[in-house]
Structure formats: C-alpha cells, structure tokens
C-alpha cells in the first residue's frame, strides 16, 4: 500500500478572541496568518502582504490558500485538522468574501478529516490538540505561546486582559513588529506540525490516553478512534455514527455535533455558482470601489501574489535593528509631530525643578510627577479629549494596613486603555488602545481611585518611551548619590521585602509563606472573582478550569490582589490541591513583624476582646507569636474592617468570666 498523503492546517485569527469564547458574536475574526504541512516536508506560512491588509489576510490571498488546500486533494492528499470543521473551515470561507468559494470551503470542510469532531462524535467531547499530542508522546506547542497571545502580537495589545499583557512584555516583543509576527507564524506552523504528528500517532498506536482538565491520566483505554482503510473517518462519514453516551455529563452541556457544521448547510444553500479553478481568480477579484483603477489594482496585485511562492519563514522580515525602530513615514500627530519628532520629545530628560522625585522606600528609584505627563501628552497629541484619550473601568477598591498598620484604603485600576490621534497621507486615524495598569494606597477611597488612575496613566505612557531614561535607570532622584558613587547592589531582595519592608500590604504567591491556612471551607469555591478578566466566576470553576485559569487562582487571587475572604479561601483551594509534601507549614514563612503584632493586639482590644490569643484560635489561626507576615496582615485587614464597620468601632458584649474560651469578635 502506498504511503498516505497528508496535509494539516491551521490558522490563527486577527482579533483578540473574547474571554467568554463565544467568538461567533465578534464576526468577522480575519485571519492573520495561516499555515499548510505535508507529510513530504513542505512547510508554507501564508499572512497579508497586499497593501493595506497586512493586519490580516485580504479576501484573494485567503482564497490562494483555499485554491493550494484544493490542489493538494485533487493530487490525493488527506486534508486534516483539529477543530477545522467548527472553527478553520468556517473563519476561511467567510474570509473569501464570496458565496463560490464559500461554498468550495464547505465542500472542503465536509470531505476531510477533523480529528477533534471525530473524537466529539465517539466520546461526546472534544479534548485539546497539546493534551492529546503530549499523550501520544509528541512534542507540544511553541514555548510561551498560545492562540490567545496570537491576534495581540500581530496586531497590537489592544483588547488585551492584564495577563495577556504581562506575558507579552515578559518576552520581550513590540506588538505588531516584525520580530512579533515572524513568532506568531513559527507558532502557526508549529499547530500544523503537531496536527500531522497526532494524525500519525492515532494510526500508528490506535488509542490515546491524556491528562484531563481535572490534572488526572484519563481512564483506559482513552480514546480509540475509528478508522477505515489505513486512515481515520472523514467528516461526511463521522456524522453517521451513532451518537454516544454523555449521560455521565452533569456539570456541562455536551456538545451539539450538528452545530459544528451548521455552516456548511447554510454556504452550500447559498452558493452562486461553482468555482473555476483554472482561471486563476481575476475574475473573482472585489471591487471595494466602483472604479476601474482599483479593480485594475486588485488584479495586478492577485497576479503578483499568484505567482508568488508562499511563505517559508525564513521570507519573514528580519525585526528591526536599533536605529531603525521609529519610522518617519508619513506619520503626523494633530499638533503636526513626525514619530520622530514624537520619540525625541517622550525620552527628553525633563528640566524643570519637581519633575523627579525619590520613590520612598526604595532606594536610587525615581518617580515622574503626573503633571509633565500630561503636558507632554497634550504638546505631543493635541487636546486630551481629541488629541489623545483614555477609558478605563472602575478601580477596585479594598481596605488595608499602611506601613504602621493603620487603616488605609487601596484602589487597583487593570483596565486602562491610552488612545491618541494621528495623520497618515492625509486621513485620520485612531491609534490602537495602550494598556496600562494602576494600583494606589491612601487615606480616603476617592484619593485611592484617582492616584490608580494617574498611575495607570503612567504605566500605558512608558509603552510609547515616555521617560524611558528613568526605566533605563539612568536619572538618579533628587538628594540621591551619584550613580557611580553608590555601593553596587549585591542580588534584589523580593517585591514584597522591597516594597513594604516591616509593614504595609503583603503580596505573596508562594504558599509557604501563607503558613498553616487550614482546610477548605464549605462556602470556599462558590466565592465569586471580582474585576479582571474571570470576574463573576467562582473560585471552584478557577480551579476545574484550564492552565491559564489555574495560574490566575494561585498568581493573582491567592497572591493578594483580590478582597478578603476571596483571598484567603483561593489560598484554602490552592493549598488542598498540593501534595503533602508541599503543603506549606508555616516553619518556612517570614514571622510576623513586632510592628504587626502590636497592631493586633491595640485592634483586638479596641473591639472588646480581651484574650488575643483566644481570639485568633477561635478563627483557625496560630497564636500571636506563631504568625507568618501574610497570615498577620490578612488578620489585619480583616481587624479593620470590622473596626470601619458602620462608621467606627463595633461595640461588642462583655465577656464573660471565667471561661476558657472567650466568645469570638467579629473579624
């Protein structure tokens, strides 16, 4: 028997895909870049280069890749996806902007292989392309990446979630360079790559067990899907099978079979007329505009791109070096700014007495003062309000010791997005949203909100250089030593030593500094996230959800921004899943600070209770001395809220005498 001809595909879409996954509702996605490789070796990436489309695949060089798709199965090639009836097929015939080659796509969709519909119409659900790869032995995706980073890297960070965006500054990248992009097409062909490779594994061993959702191997013998012939079911022969069991499904909805190619109904009952293959597509060239010159446009550029090998990545731009980052073009600010001009006024070192300061606390750090911000904004762009811009949510506010362990209250503002103004060949535009994070701590909520929102500011600001010298470490603040007089740093102490020293908001993400924090309660998962990107999701489906979200629950909820209880029940929840030789102790953990137990104590007592200690084992807690830093300050905020409540101090019921256990103060 003649070895089998393969070909996998994968594409990756041009918008941010939407947090709730419903993407059908932002239609159309667009496609950024796409990617084609045969079981013979050859490799094609396939991204927008016409003029004004290289944001996205323009409608004639996605039917390029649907013309390559349909050569290949007429010379005898399997096509094959995972997921590509429900999702890649649907996305590519609507990006040919053409009911024919619509149509062709659906034709297409229904006579190849889609291992993951297979696998929804034998088990009733689909797994994830890494999970069964890795259970076949294979290697995994492109280190660092996923599909949702994709779209944000090739266009631009904006609809970007505080995660998201912290994982692309931590590589390094500017969204939208060529440096950027050229990962996105490596990480497009390397899907391809690993689509082909389980296709072959599922044939060559016939089963596969992966490790689910939940963190565990799933039971023998997985999946053991069908196949005829040498190869596995095509979709026209997958949607015959009997439908399976899914009555052990009681958490979720199964998966409709039939809504995964309810598309494809719907292209064929609309279709015009058939393709003609041969003719190269001229004829099937858009005209965006009722003018011969455009539609003489289009054409020469199809012939171009037709006649054009499609992508290895080696074709990719190199980045840009150095000196070549800022391009002059016809780029102009409302106030008539090159980009140039725009770089040399945002890095400027400022002048004027006040711009710098000292940050306190930190030693040889220098703050920017808000006000030369705004004044470079508004000289670079134009008028806030036309010029340049924000919008930004309302800041999350929680209550907190300061660094005396008195009350404070601290706002965390995560969704800021920065706009400004620009002119290029003599049209408007808009530029993308500049995300920007913001956290303050004052004495009043409405300081708070308003220092978040000045910090925020800041923070989306130095994406465009603003004062890059000072995140260079370049300026030293006012009354510091010269730079070269300084003794050299030996190492960096942690954020949370860095920041707070003795006091102040503890922030920890590693559960031995949590100490003892006893056993999940009843109560603990239905609690819900409030702000970011899983707000209204309980902390259970964090926990049930995948590696993203589980990283949240630990990194960011558990870690300390978040609210009281929520806090400490994400703790509760992430430490009940580790195993028993690394659940945290305590022996490991920083010891409260003196400060932090003298502020325990003045708290207990000015609520009504006598016996400190009595009052912390009444909450689960070690005694006073027993403390980690963490454990202190939550039990500190908790302290004074309860102090806050109703405008000042609870008054509680004397205690009576004389018994072992006094009764509990609320906090």
Known sequence: MDEQKVVAWDIEIAVPFPADKQWK??????ISCASTVTSDGDARAWYGREKGHCDRMSPLEVRS????LHQLETQGYTIVSWNGLQFDFDVLAEECNDSRWASACAEMAFAHTDMAFQMLCEKGFMAKLTA???GLGGEGKTEGMHGDLAPLLWNGLAGANEIQSEQIREMGLVPGSDAARALCVEYVIQDSKITLDVYNGLLDQGKVRWVGNNGRLVRAPGWVPASTGGRLLRVDECVKLPMPDTSWMKERKPMSRAGCYAWVEV????????VDWDEGGVDEVIVVEDDAAAEEAFAEAFEKLADHEEGPLDELPT???KGERMSTGGFKTLTGMTMAQVRAKLTAKLEEEGAYKAVPGAAGLTDIGPPWLWEALTDVFGMCGQGWWYTCGRAEMDIDPDANWNQKYSAFLPDLMLYYAYTEGGKFYESKGIPGYGAAAMSSPGYAARGAKTNALGDAAKMLLWQLSVYKGQVDPPGSAPRQERAPQQGSAPREQKQQGDGGFVESADPADWGDVGPVRAGDRDKEVKGGKHSGKTLGELEEGDKQEKWYLKNWIAKGWSYEPVRSAARRIVVAGLPAEEKPTGEKATPAAPSQKRAIEKLIKELGGADVNSQLR?????????LTKVQAADVLVKLHRAKNKKGGAEKLPEEPEPEPEQPAIPF
């Open 267 to 274: 292209a064929q009952a609309t279709q015009a007329a058939d």
């Open 618 to 626: 009444q909450k689960g807690l070690p005694e006073l001395d027993k």
């Open 65 to 68: 890749l649907v013309r390559y």
């Open 132 to 134: 069964i790869a890795e």
């Open 319 to 321: 980045a840009p070096t």
């Open 25 to 30: 509702k932002i239609r159309p996605l667009g």
